[in-house]
């Protein structure tokens, strides 16, 4: 899911940049968010995973979901929404060390394979249903009056119908986020009652060392 909030506008870009009055420009840095997120932010999110356990690991990358994606949904006024989708970009990247540095963690925790590493590849496909919700912009630019009686029985897609579409994925990504956060917090136990294999049970070494 982390994944999917990092790459929304990346499938919609065209939706975005009509709705919004994007350059190429912010939606590149609204890709680089994640990865410069996680350079700075790795180190400490790590340690904090391995400090205090992946349940609060998690508790910690889910509300930082949540309340990234929330921040999207709070205006659709241009200006607005790209500064909140630039800061919401910003904080869920941070999630993202711990989207990166869990999933295997966990795996190594309840489960004799790893399989939890895949999650992030699962969410780089998510990303690409996004499509489905947001309409492309008219890109019809004919006046003729042949071409005006023929689009009265077709849906003319104007800037506030993509931006509501747009609006309605962000109130998506959001529920999903507050729902993962929530299922979390009431049920998510640091580690099984019994290890699955030898190597859940080893000691792990001093984090800085």
Do not use: H
């Not at 356990?53 to 509300?63: D, M, N």
Request: aromatic letters at 10%.
């Amino acid at each position: 899911m982390q994944t999917v909030v990092w790459g929304t506008f990346g499938p919609i870009m065209d939706s975005a940049q009509a709705a919004f009055g994007w350059e190429d420009s912010i939606i590149a840095i609204l890709q680089s968010l994640g990865p410069a997120a996680v350079i700075i932010f790795i180190l400490p999110s790590n340690w904090f995973t391995q400090t205090y356990g992946a349940r609060k690991g998690l508790i910690g990358a889910t509300f930082l979901m949540s309340f990234a994606t929330g921040l999207r949904c709070i205006s659709s006024e241009d200006k607005a929404f790209t500064a909140l989708a630039i800061t919401g970009g910003a904080i869920n990247g941070i999630a993202g060390c711990s989207a990166l540095a869990l999933p295997p963690l966990i795996s190594s925790l309840w489960f004799p394979p790893t399989i939890g590493a895949l999650a992030a590849q699962l969410g780089t496909a998510g990303m690409y249903l996004s499509p489905l919700i947001v309409r492309l912009p008219d890109t019809s630019n004919s006046t003729s009056v042949a071409s005006t009686i023929v689009t009265t029985a077709i849906e003319v897609v104007t800037k506030e119908d993509i931006k509501e579409d747009i609006m309605k994925l962000m109130y998506i990504e959001c529920g999903i986020s507050v729902g993962l956060f929530l299922c979390i917090i009431i049920y998510f136990p640091a580690e099984p009652p019994k290890p699955p294999s030898v190597s859940s049970k080893a000691e792990r070494i001093d984090y800085f060392q």
